[in-house]
């Protein structure tokens, strides 16, 4: 089963590169932006529940796709980009297991404990 939830993680990361490809961006912005949800980790300087808070909204599949959405409705290329970005980021980290946040650990996700093997 975990194979095959990569799998279809992995099918989303491509899908938001095809998206993005559909973007008047060049190729090179993909890349640069791919890794800046990741800011949202800042919030854990606070504490872990506003942390997990701040990292779930920005990792959260349908806030990607909200973004994306209105980006298109109102022909904004750069809020149409965001959700691009957050919806390519989000199914990237799931492949790799990290998922959305508890608020009692960075560690503790909806895909288990990050670096236990279960």
């Known amino acids: 089963m975990n194979n095959l939830l990569k799998l279809e ?3 989303q990361f491509l899908l938001s590169i095809i998206l993005f490809s559909q973007l008047d961006y060049v190729w090179w912005v993909f890349p ?7 800011f949202s980790m800042i919030g854990y300087l606070a504490n872990p529940k506003k942390g997990a808070w701040l990292y779930n909204f920005f990792h959260h599949k349908l ?7 209105i980006g298109f409705w109102l022909d904004s290329s750069i809020i149409t980009l ?4 957050l919806f ?5 980290d799931r ?3 990290y998922g959305l946040k508890f608020k009692d650990d960075f560690k503790n996700t ?3 404990w990050i670096g236990k093997n279960n």
């Open 9 to 11: 993680e992995l099918g």
């Open 32 to 38: 640069a932006c791919i890794l800046l949800p990741d």
């Open 63 to 69: 806030v990607a796709i909200a973004f994306f959405s």
């Open 82 to 85: 965001i959700g691009a970005i």
């Open 88 to 92: 390519g980021h989000s199914a990237m």
């Open 95 to 97: 492949f790799f297991g």
């Open 110 to 112: 909806h895909l288990g």
